[in-house]
């Protein structure tokens, strides 16, 4: 099961960190990521993270922006996002994908959490 919590409502120029509780799993055996979805658009990627952490990748949109992290033994992957802006506003959703490796198509991820909404006021 994944949990994600940490969204809200913030003004553009604001941060926020998500973070992506895992249960009943080893979080070291799966590839993470997150993806975010707006109303009546496809979820797009955002960013994923190796399974030791020591890789990731992001979407051009936010790259420079957002930062991708994890902790293995807390089981627990985190989205810092800095300079929100409006455009920024969805649902954000982390996502599991047994195996090891880095930059998986966005068919792999087999596990997904609820979501959780952030909001970004212009």
């Known amino acids: 099961q994944l949990v994600e919590s940490g969204g809200g409502l913030v003004q553009a120029g604001d941060s926020l960190r998500l973070s992506c509780a895992a249960s009943?799993?080893?979080?070291?055996?799966?590839?993470m990521a997150w993806f975010r979805q707006t109303p009546g658009k496809e979820r797009e990627f955002v960013s994923g993270?190796?399974?030791?952490?020591?890789?990731?990748n992001y979407a051009d949109s936010v790259e420079g922006r957002f930062t991708i992290s994890r902790d293995n033994d807390k089981n627990t992957v985190y989205l810092q996002m800095n300079t929100l802006k409006p455009e920024d506003t969805a649902v954000y959703y982390c996502?599991?994908?047994?195996?090891?490796?880095?930059?998986?198509?966005?068919?792999?991820?087999?596990?997904w959490g609820q979501g959780t909404q952030v909001t970004v006021s212009s």
């Open positions: 996502a599991a994908a047994l195996g090891y490796g880095y930059d998986i198509p966005s068919q792999a991820y087999g596990y």
């Open positions: 009943g799993r080893r979080l070291g055996a799966y590839i």
């Open positions: 993270i190796s399974n030791s952490g020591a890789r990731s």
